[in-house]
């Protein structure tokens, strides 16, 4: 069966970090581009990053440029997300979810993604 269970999420002060972890298994992992998703309350779900297992590829949305880092270890079909100076309006529960790399990936649509974890709550106070 295919899964993607993500972790590292919580509590975090302003201007602090998180590392969020997504552990997929069951597909071949190199075929497909990982992404990272949030939906915060009373928002729509919105793409943050990407990155394509195969060759490194990164996207990132514009509210995370420069805050936020995507990497992946091939070793441990794992990819994180690392989120540094974090705002109180990155709260939201974080998915990562998985996308063919010979789509679209890049433009995190959601419709474009095939695989869904159950999500990880971030929450930062303001």
């Known amino acids: 069966d295919v899964q993607l269970v993500e972790s590292g999420g919580g509590l975090e002060q302003a201007g602090g970090s998180l590392r969020l972890s997504c552990a997929e298994s069951?597909?071949?992992?190199?075929?497909?581009?990982i992404g990272w998703f949030r939906r915060a309350p009373g928002k729509k779900r919105e793409g943050v990053s990407c990155?394509?297992?195969?060759?490194?590829?990164?996207y990132y949305a514009d509210s995370v440029k420069g805050r936020f880092t995507i990497s992946r270890d091939n070793s441990k079909n794992t990819v994180y997300l690392q989120m540094n100076d974090l705002k109180s309006e990155d709260t939201a529960v974080y998915y990562c979810?998985?996308?063919?790399?010979?789509?679209?990936?890049?433009?995190?649509?959601?419709?474009?993604?095939?695989?869904w974890g159950q999500g990880t709550q971030v929450n930062v106070p303001s």
């Open positions: 979810a998985a996308a063919s790399i010979y789509g679209d990936f890049g433009r995190l649509r959601p419709s474009d993604y095939k695989f």
């Open positions: 990155i394509s297992i195969s060759d490194g590829t990164t």
């Open positions: 069951g597909f071949t992992f190199s075929d497909y581009a």
